[in-house]
Structure formats: C-alpha cells, structure tokens
Nanobody, 122 residues
Framework: QLHLVESGGGLVQPGGSLRLSCVAS??????IGWFRQAPGKERKGIVC????????DYTDSLKGRFTISRDNTKNTLDLQMAGLKPEDTGVYFCAADLNDFCRGSVEDFGFWGQGTHVTVSS
C-alpha cells in the first residue's frame, strides 16, 4: 500500500515559480507522477517517472516550464514549476502505480495523495 503526501502549493503571482514535493512510502518499485485538476475540469496528467527512471510526459505544452525530479533514496518526487500562468491554477496531485513503467491514463494510478492547491493570481 503506497502512501503519498504532497506539499509546496500556495499562491503565486503570474510569472512566478513554485516547487511541489511528494513523499512516498509503503512500496519499493512503482511509477509516480504529477497530475492536476483545474477548477471545473477533469484531472489530467502532467508527467510521470517510472521505477527505472523512464519519463512519460502527458502534457507536452508544460515540458518547457515544469521540471520533474525523482530521488529514490529519499522516496521523493519534486515538480519545479516556472513561468506560472493563471491557467496553471488548480489542485496538484501526486499519484503512483505499482507498475514499474508509466502507463497512459489517470485511471492506471491507484494511489493518490490528498493534493495541494496552487493558485496563480495577481
């Protein structure tokens, strides 16, 4: 059973940066990623890193502004976000799948954190 805890959300002005962190516990081999849900919209994937370091981007438009890093020694997954825009506002979730490789849909991820709110506004 994987347990995930996110932190690092908050209010930031347009153009600003935030770093989100996720700490995982309860399993050794899993793929893990960041997802977000904008107000009134469905949850969507941002990016995932597999157990062996393979990366899968779910939203190509974010690749230039969002950087993901995984530290298996600390069981953490960080998301560094830069150049934030009002449309980046939403709840950001860390989620994991016991499959070693990143699968393609939100429904493949069976373990979720509680989410952390990000608001981009002036």
């Amino acid at each position: 059973q994987l347990h995930l805890v996110e932190s690092g959300g908050g209010l930031v002005q347009p153009g600003g940066s935030l770093r989100l962190s996720c700490v995982a516990s309860g399993a050794e081999h899993y793929s893990i990623g960041w997802f977000r849900q904008a107000p009134g919209k469905e949850r969507k994937g941002i990016v995932c890193i597999g157990a062996h370091g393979d990366r899968r981007d779910y939203t190509d438009s974010l690749k230039g502004r969002f950087t993901i890093s995984r530290d298996n020694t600390k069981n953490t997954l960080d998301l560094q976000m830069a150049g934030l825009k009002p449309e980046d506002t939403g709840v950001y979730f860390c989620a994991a799948d016991l499959n070693d490789f990143c699968r393609g849909s939100v429904e493949d991820f069976g373990f979720w954190g509680q989410g952390t709110h990000v608001t981009v506004s002036s």
